[in-house]
């Protein structure tokens, strides 16, 4: 069973950057497609972010520029960059993978953003 673990989050002030990590274990190859998700205090979660094995990204519309996923297949993590820290950009942060046609994710990490 494939497990993701997020880490990276923290409280920053606006405009600063951040790198999200999504540590998998035991291996990533297992995984095909991953993502982001976040989910804001009284809001429902949202999509963020997806990339594929072969590093074929996509972005919500509310992230594009600001945010980059990637992948690193040899240290079996999953990142997310984010640039330009917003307050809106608070939330819990969860990285999810398909595997074995079935989403598994991660507990989160809280990313709070000081104006």
């Known amino acids: 069973q494939v497990q993701l673990v997020e880490s990276g989050g923290g409280l920053v002030q606006a405009g600063e950057s951040l790198r999200l990590s999504c540590a998998a274990s035991?291996?990533?190859?297992?995984?095909?497609?991953m993502a982001w998700h976040r989910q804001a205090p009284g809001k429902q979660r949202e999509y963020v972010a997806m990339?594929?094995?072969?590093?074929?990204?996509t972005y919500d519309d509310s992230v594009k520029g600001r945010f980059t996923i990637s992948r690193d297949n040899a240290k079996n993590t999953m990142y997310l960059q984010i640039h330009s820290l917003k307050p809106e950009d608070s939330a819990v942060y969860y990285c999810?993978?398909?595997?074995?046609?079935?989403?598994?994710w991660g507990q989160g990490t809280q990313v709070i953003v000081s104006s």
């Open positions: 999810g993978g398909l595997h074995n046609d079935r989403w598994v």
């Open positions: 990339i594929t094995s072969g590093a074929l990204t």
């Open positions: 035991p291996s990533i190859f297992s995984i095909n497609t």
